[in-house]
Nanobody, 121 residues
């Protein structure tokens, strides 16, 4: 099973951009769907975007047109390109991988440390 490490977060002004990375070690990454999730302060973790092993993507409505998920199987890394960031995008961002429905339902027993994204002027 792949072990995943998120990186790329930081402090950015409203309207700015960030690219998050999800690096996998171990086997199975390229045959799984990958999801990006976020947990805003004081709220539940939510699915932001998912990409299937076949390249199909689905997005949370509030990020459509602003966030783009992609994957690079050659280096076992998934990315979340975030543009036109808003204060309400502030959250800890996580990634996870597995069968598509499991990713959509976030049915995982363990999570990485995530990466903090703070959008503020």
């Amino acid at each position: 099973q792949a072990q995943l490490v998120e990186s790329g977060g930081g402090l950015v002004q409203p309207g700015g951009s960030l690219r998050l990375s999800c690096a996998a070690s171990g086997s199975g990454f390229s045959i799984n769907a990958v999801g990006w999730y976020r947990q805003p302060p004081g709220k539940q973790r939510e699915l932001v975007e998912v990409i299937s092993s076949g390249g199909m993507t689905d997005y949370k409505d509030s990020v459509k047109g602003r966030f783009t998920i992609s994957g690079d199987n050659s280096n076992n890394t998934a990315y979340l390109q975030m543009t036109t960031l808003k204060p309400e995008d502030t959250a800890v961002y996580y990634c996870n991988a597995g069968p598509f429905l499991r990713v959509v339902k976030a049915e995982f027993g363990s999570w990485g440390q995530g990466t903090q994204v703070t959008v503020s002027s």
